[in-house]
Protein backbone atom coordinates (compact mmCIF):
# COMPACT_ATOMS: atom_id res chain seq x y z
CA UNK A 1 0.00 0.00 0.00
CA UNK A 2 0.98 3.60 -0.36
CA UNK A 3 2.21 5.73 2.25
CA UNK A 4 3.36 9.33 2.43
CA UNK A 5 5.81 11.28 4.33
CA UNK A 6 6.11 14.48 5.01
CA UNK A 7 8.94 15.28 6.88
CA UNK A 8 8.73 18.49 9.62
CA UNK A 9 5.42 19.30 10.50
CA UNK A 10 6.26 22.79 10.69
CA UNK A 11 8.17 25.07 8.17
CA UNK A 12 9.13 28.75 9.11
CA UNK A 13 10.80 30.79 6.62
CA UNK A 14 11.47 34.42 6.26
CA UNK A 15 9.20 36.18 3.45
CA UNK A 16 11.20 36.31 0.48
CA UNK A 17 13.36 33.11 1.49
CA UNK A 18 13.16 29.91 -0.07
CA UNK A 19 10.08 27.66 0.50
CA UNK A 20 10.79 23.60 0.32
CA UNK A 21 8.43 21.18 1.71
CA UNK A 22 9.60 17.83 1.77
CA UNK A 23 7.55 14.89 0.65
CA UNK A 24 8.29 11.18 -0.03
CA UNK A 25 6.26 8.48 -0.87
CA UNK A 26 6.50 4.67 -0.75
CA UNK A 27 8.81 2.89 -3.26
CA UNK A 28 6.27 1.84 -5.67
CA UNK A 29 5.78 4.22 -8.24
CA UNK A 30 2.16 6.44 -7.16
CA UNK A 31 0.57 6.67 -10.86
CA UNK A 32 -0.18 10.31 -9.60
CA UNK A 33 1.14 12.49 -6.73
CA UNK A 34 -0.67 15.93 -5.52
CA UNK A 35 0.41 18.68 -3.19
CA UNK A 36 -3.10 20.62 -1.91
CA UNK A 37 -2.75 23.50 0.06
CA UNK A 38 -5.23 24.37 3.19
CA UNK A 39 -6.20 27.78 4.22
CA UNK A 40 -7.34 28.02 7.83
CA UNK A 41 -11.28 26.77 7.97
CA UNK A 42 -11.56 26.27 4.44
CA UNK A 43 -10.94 23.46 2.26
CA UNK A 44 -8.37 22.05 0.14
CA UNK A 45 -7.17 23.54 -3.11
CA UNK A 46 -5.33 21.84 -5.42
CA UNK A 47 -1.84 23.28 -6.31
CA UNK A 48 -0.14 21.24 -8.44
CA UNK A 49 -0.04 17.61 -9.87
CA UNK A 50 2.41 15.03 -11.19
CA UNK A 51 0.55 12.36 -13.74
CA UNK A 52 3.66 10.84 -15.06
CA UNK A 53 4.54 13.38 -17.74
CA UNK A 54 6.87 16.34 -17.17
CA UNK A 55 9.08 15.87 -13.95
CA UNK A 56 8.87 19.51 -12.93
CA UNK A 57 5.33 20.30 -12.38
CA UNK A 58 4.44 23.98 -12.36
CA UNK A 59 1.18 25.08 -9.71
CA UNK A 60 -0.58 28.00 -8.71
CA UNK A 61 1.08 30.97 -6.87
CA UNK A 62 4.64 30.23 -7.93
CA UNK A 63 4.58 26.72 -7.01
CA UNK A 64 6.44 23.94 -7.97
CA UNK A 65 7.48 20.16 -7.15
CA UNK A 66 9.88 17.77 -8.95
CA UNK A 67 9.52 14.25 -9.33
CA UNK A 68 12.43 12.31 -8.38
CA UNK A 69 11.81 8.48 -8.52
CA UNK A 70 15.47 7.84 -7.57
CA UNK A 71 14.79 9.62 -4.40
CA UNK A 72 11.02 8.26 -4.15
CA UNK A 73 10.57 12.11 -3.77
CA UNK A 74 8.07 15.15 -4.27
CA UNK A 75 9.03 17.92 -2.78
CA UNK A 76 7.17 21.51 -3.20
CA UNK A 77 9.33 24.82 -3.56
CA UNK A 78 8.62 28.50 -4.27
CA UNK A 79 11.33 30.49 -4.62
CA UNK A 80 9.93 33.45 -2.82
CA UNK A 81 8.00 32.47 0.04
CA UNK A 82 5.02 35.18 0.28
CA UNK A 83 3.03 35.98 3.73
CA UNK A 84 -0.21 34.77 1.95
CA UNK A 85 1.77 31.55 1.48
CA UNK A 86 1.21 31.11 5.62
CA UNK A 87 -1.11 27.85 5.19
CA UNK A 88 -0.95 23.87 5.98
CA UNK A 89 0.12 22.22 3.09
CA UNK A 90 -0.64 18.13 2.04
CA UNK A 91 1.03 16.10 -0.28
CA UNK A 92 -0.99 12.93 -1.76
CA UNK A 93 -0.63 10.07 -3.68
CA UNK A 94 -2.99 8.42 -5.68
CA UNK A 95 -3.53 4.71 -3.77
CA UNK A 96 -2.90 2.73 -6.98
CA UNK A 97 -2.92 2.92 -10.83
CA UNK A 98 -7.09 3.80 -11.82
CA UNK A 99 -7.68 4.24 -7.82
CA UNK A 100 -9.52 7.52 -7.41
CA UNK A 101 -8.75 7.39 -3.25
CA UNK A 102 -5.56 9.23 -2.15
CA UNK A 103 -3.54 8.87 0.55
CA UNK A 104 -2.20 12.04 2.22
CA UNK A 105 0.64 13.01 4.38
CA UNK A 106 0.66 14.54 7.58
CA UNK A 107 0.40 18.21 6.76
CA UNK A 108 3.41 20.43 6.91
CA UNK A 109 2.07 23.96 8.78
CA UNK A 110 3.96 26.98 6.73
CA UNK A 111 4.57 29.92 8.74
CA UNK A 112 5.99 32.87 6.75
CA UNK A 113 7.95 35.67 8.94
CA UNK A 114 7.91 39.36 7.83
CA UNK B 1 -13.97 25.31 -13.54
CA UNK B 2 -13.86 21.92 -11.16
CA UNK B 3 -15.54 23.81 -8.11
CA UNK B 4 -16.88 22.01 -5.17
CA UNK B 5 -19.60 23.17 -2.48
CA UNK B 6 -20.86 22.25 0.48
CA UNK B 7 -23.47 23.82 2.82
CA UNK B 8 -23.94 24.56 5.01
CA UNK B 9 -20.41 25.81 5.78
CA UNK B 10 -20.94 25.82 9.79
CA UNK B 11 -23.96 24.20 11.80
CA UNK B 12 -24.66 24.22 15.29
CA UNK B 13 -26.63 21.75 16.33
CA UNK B 14 -28.17 19.47 19.93
CA UNK B 15 -27.07 16.13 21.25
CA UNK B 16 -29.58 14.08 19.55
CA UNK B 17 -30.14 15.28 16.54
CA UNK B 18 -29.69 15.01 12.94
CA UNK B 19 -27.44 16.54 10.69
CA UNK B 20 -27.29 16.83 6.79
CA UNK B 21 -24.21 18.05 4.70
CA UNK B 22 -24.57 18.66 0.91
CA UNK B 23 -21.58 18.34 -1.10
CA UNK B 24 -22.29 19.61 -5.03
CA UNK B 25 -20.11 19.38 -8.31
CA UNK B 26 -20.72 22.56 -9.99
CA UNK B 27 -19.48 21.97 -13.46
CA UNK B 28 -18.39 18.18 -13.55
CA UNK B 29 -20.12 14.98 -12.74
CA UNK B 30 -18.56 12.69 -9.89
CA UNK B 31 -19.17 9.05 -9.93
CA UNK B 32 -17.18 9.27 -7.07
CA UNK B 33 -17.62 11.41 -4.16
CA UNK B 34 -15.58 11.13 -0.88
CA UNK B 35 -16.29 11.95 2.41
CA UNK B 36 -13.19 13.55 5.18
CA UNK B 37 -13.46 14.33 8.53
CA UNK B 38 -10.28 16.65 9.21
CA UNK B 39 -9.39 16.91 13.61
CA UNK B 40 -7.27 19.99 14.82
CA UNK B 41 -4.13 20.06 13.50
CA UNK B 42 -4.70 16.70 11.85
CA UNK B 43 -4.90 15.61 8.81
CA UNK B 44 -7.56 14.24 6.78
CA UNK B 45 -9.48 11.21 7.73
CA UNK B 46 -11.40 9.61 4.71
CA UNK B 47 -14.61 8.09 6.22
CA UNK B 48 -16.47 6.66 3.35
CA UNK B 49 -16.27 6.69 -0.71
CA UNK B 50 -19.87 7.81 -2.05
CA UNK B 51 -20.72 6.19 -5.41
CA UNK B 52 -23.56 7.46 -7.73
CA UNK B 53 -26.29 4.67 -7.94
CA UNK B 54 -24.52 2.58 -5.28
CA UNK B 55 -24.19 1.99 -1.96
CA UNK B 56 -20.81 3.85 -0.07
CA UNK B 57 -18.43 2.04 1.21
CA UNK B 58 -17.15 3.25 4.25
CA UNK B 59 -13.41 3.07 6.19
CA UNK B 60 -12.66 0.47 9.07
CA UNK B 61 -13.77 2.19 12.03
CA UNK B 62 -16.49 4.30 10.90
CA UNK B 63 -20.21 3.41 11.84
CA UNK B 64 -22.21 3.26 8.56
CA UNK B 65 -25.27 3.53 10.35
CA UNK B 66 -24.32 6.82 11.94
CA UNK B 67 -23.01 8.41 8.89
CA UNK B 68 -25.33 8.19 6.50
CA UNK B 69 -24.02 9.21 2.90
CA UNK B 70 -26.38 8.97 -0.20
CA UNK B 71 -25.11 9.37 -3.42
CA UNK B 72 -28.26 10.58 -5.63
CA UNK B 73 -27.23 12.11 -8.86
CA UNK B 74 -23.92 12.19 -10.73
CA UNK B 75 -23.31 16.23 -8.76
CA UNK B 76 -25.06 15.50 -5.60
CA UNK B 77 -23.58 13.30 -2.53
CA UNK B 78 -25.49 14.07 1.20
CA UNK B 79 -23.65 13.22 4.74
CA UNK B 80 -26.03 12.40 7.28
CA UNK B 81 -25.10 12.71 10.68
CA UNK B 82 -27.41 10.54 12.89
CA UNK B 83 -28.48 10.75 16.62
CA UNK B 84 -25.37 13.40 16.74
CA UNK B 85 -23.34 13.87 19.51
CA UNK B 86 -20.70 15.85 21.21
CA UNK B 87 -17.70 14.00 19.77
CA UNK B 88 -19.14 13.84 16.72
CA UNK B 89 -18.07 17.74 16.13
CA UNK B 90 -15.58 18.16 13.66
CA UNK B 91 -14.60 19.37 10.35
CA UNK B 92 -16.41 17.74 7.76
CA UNK B 93 -14.85 18.29 4.05
CA UNK B 94 -15.95 16.42 0.67
CA UNK B 95 -13.71 16.17 -2.31
CA UNK B 96 -15.43 15.07 -5.91
CA UNK B 97 -13.50 12.82 -8.18
CA UNK B 98 -13.00 14.31 -11.90
CA UNK B 99 -12.72 11.20 -13.84
CA UNK B 100 -10.93 12.84 -17.02
CA UNK B 101 -8.62 14.93 -15.24
CA UNK B 102 -7.87 12.20 -12.53
CA UNK B 103 -8.11 14.69 -9.52
CA UNK B 104 -10.08 15.01 -6.69
CA UNK B 105 -11.13 18.46 -5.96
CA UNK B 106 -12.58 19.63 -2.44
CA UNK B 107 -15.40 21.23 -0.84
CA UNK B 108 -14.71 24.32 1.70
CA UNK B 109 -15.83 22.16 4.39
CA UNK B 110 -18.77 21.81 7.49
CA UNK B 111 -18.15 22.77 10.61
CA UNK B 112 -20.25 20.80 12.70
CA UNK B 113 -20.65 21.77 16.64
CA UNK B 114 -22.91 19.44 18.63
CA UNK B 115 -23.86 21.08 22.08
Known amino acids: AQSVTQLGSHVSVSEGALVLLRCNYS??????LFWYVQYPNQGLQLLLK??????LVKGINGFEAEFKKSETSFHLTKPSAHMSDAAEYFC????????????FGKGTKLTVNP | GAVVSQHPSWVICKSGTSVKIECRSLDFQATTMFWYRQFPKQSLMLMAT?????????EQGVEKDKFLINHASLTLSTLTVTSAHPEDSSFYIC???????????FGPGTRLLVL
Open chain 2, 95 to 105: SAHFSSLQTQY
Open chain 1, 27 to 32: SSVPPY
Open chain 1, 92 to 103: AVSEWCGSEKLV
Open chain 2, 50 to 58: SNEGSKATY
Open chain 1, 50 to 55: YTSAAT
